[in-house]
């Protein structure tokens, strides 16, 4: 962490909502939002188009090293990523990037490669961390922390409402089987396993307004 700033970390499952409540809590704290998923989108996108497999971890990390992903934000567009100087944000969200990414992130070359990029994102400004082990690993100095839990059919409707506005489709119980095979890959996986950290303030977002969640956890900041 950069000495003098503040970091709140957002850590939880995929389509919890931790994305909006960090982006929020990010707008009313004043803080940058960090989106740490969109690194390794990144990484994936990149292994899609070299056709590379995603599970070799030597070729992979050989491949990041070739390429320069940065991450930007300002508070219009908030988190862009370019991979050597070109702007990707529509090639990186698609579901097959989202399964690639989610086997690289397995790798130790890959989260090895952008700890720094993360630690120092967007310095000197406060940040509000947002990821899977944010917590944990990226951040542990960091307070509060929270942690971002919703019901798993709740998530799978948020997720297809998501594809949806984009043009795609899938059927709920598809999304909903690929959400539960990634929340126990993350929890199981041996390096930087999705879990609260010590201490974390863990929020089940499956009722409620996003509006009334985050000032609960505005309040958990400057309280």
């Known amino acids: 962490m950069t000495i003098g700033r503040r970091v709140i ?24 939002h960090l989106n740490s998923g969109l690194l390794y989108r990144a990484a994936g996108y990149l292994v899609s188009q070299a056709g590379i497999e995603a599970e070799d971890n030597s070729a992979v990390g050989a491949l990041l090293s070739r390429h320069a992903i940065e991450l930007k934000y300002d508070r219009t567009t908030g988190n862009q990523v370019f991979i050597d100087g070109v702007l990707r944000d529509g090639e990186i969200q698609t579901q097959e990037v989202a399964k690639v990414a989610s086997l690289v992130a397995k790798l130790s070359s890959v989260r090895e490669h952008f700890v720094e990029l993360q630690r120092t994102a967007f310095a000197p400004a406060g940040v509000v961390a947002e990821g899977r082990d ?55 996986r041996t390096l930087a396993p999705m879990k609260p950290a010590e201490g974390a303030i863990v929020i089940d977002n499956s009722n409620g307004t996003l509006d009334e969640v985050v000032e609960r956890m505005y309040w958990q900041v400057v309280g």
Do not use: C
């Not at 690993?137 to 059919?153: C, E, S, T």
């Not at 594809?163 to 126990?184: C, F, H, Q, V």
């Open 134 to 188: 944010m917590g944990t690993v990226i951040f542990p100095a960091a307070h509060p922390k929270f942690f971002i839990n919703a019901d798993l059919r709740i998530r799978a409707e948020r997720r297809r409402a998501q594809l949806l506005s984009k043009g795609e489709n899938a059927s709920l119980e598809t999304i909903e089987s690929e959400l539960a095979r990634r929340d126990y890959e993350d929890a199981h």
């Open 9 to 32: 970390t957002v850590d939880g499952v995929g389509a919890s909502g931790k994305s909006a409540l960090a982006r929020l809590l990010a707008e009313r704290l004043g803080f940058a």
